[in-house]
């Protein structure tokens, strides 16, 4: 069974420009999670989605967002970018049955540098 | 609300040694428990995880955790480190009845001394 998928592995990018950051879950798996990760801050979590609905959302500005596709496949969008973007975004999915939790099997990450 | 407290951001043992990594959490409803491990440039990977019933649970790489109630802990442990276990180290909560949300300690890097 393949695992979770990020694409691109690595992105720079200018201030003020937009990115959009892929992630193909586990076959069957229905929620898709985003973390950034930072050396400052650690992981934080971003947003959640199950069946193309936001379910949960982290503290982070309105510059981020995401969005679910039918076949579970997620993308995040990064508008407006800013120097303290730049970190480890990482995309975990699950199982996740209703409002059943399961463990999270994380991508290996989207690394973007913003200059 | 619910959090997790990692203590020492770096800890260094010999090889051969125990490992400990500490890790305390705070929940207002019953948890789900997980430990990770995150090797450079590379995603988490689940060591093991607490959800219900025996509160040892044995994860892969010989390491296992010990849930404590009373002491609100879950600290994660090995016999005897290994050089390939120099990793960091993320200990995690959520909901046993929420959504996808882990909130994640701010982690501990194990270094192995040969």
């Known amino acids: 069974k393949a695992g979770v998928t990020q694409t691109p592995r690595y992105l720079i990018k200018t201030r003020g420009q937009q990115v959009t950051l892929s992630c193909s879950p586990i076959?069957?798996?229905?929620?898709v999670s985003w973390y950034q990760q930072t050396p400052g801050q650690g992981l934080q979590f971003l947003f959640e989605?199950?069946?193309?609905?936001?379910?949960n959302k982290g503290n982070f500005p309105g510059r981020f967002s995401g969005r679910q596709f039918s076949n579970s496949r997620s993308e995040m969008n990064v508008s407006t970018l800013e120097l303290g973007d730049s970190a480890l975004y990482l995309c975990?999915?699950?199982?996740?049955?209703?409002?059943?939790?399961?463990?999270?099997?994380f991508g290996q990450g989207t690394r973007l540098t913003v200059v | 609300a619910q959090s997790v407290t990692q203590l020492g951001s770096h800890v260094s043992v010999s090889e051969g040694a125990l490992v400990l990594l500490r890790c305390n959490y705070s929940?207002?409803?019953?948890?789900?428990l997980f430990w990770y491990v995150q090797y450079p440039n590379q995603g988490l990977q689940l060591l093991l995880k607490?959800?219900?019933?025996?509160?040892l649970v044995k994860g892969i790489n010989g390491f296992e955790a010990e849930f404590k109630k009373s002491e609100t802990s879950f600290h994660l442990t090995k016999p005897s480190a290994h050089m390939s276990d120099a990793a960091e180290y993320f200990c995690?909560?959520?909901?046993?009845?929420?959504?996808?949300?882990?909130?994640f300690g701010t982690g501990t890097k194990l270094q192995v001394i040969p």
């Open positions: 975990a999915s699950s199982s996740s049955q209703g409002e059943r939790n399961t463990e999270a099997f």
């Open positions: 989605y199950f069946s193309e609905t936001q379910r």
């Open positions: 929940s207002s409803v019953p948890p789900y």
């Open positions: 995690a909560v959520s909901f046993s009845g929420g959504y996808q949300k882990v909130t």
């Open positions: 076959s069957g798996h229905r929620s």
């Open positions: 607490y959800t219900t019933g025996a509160t």
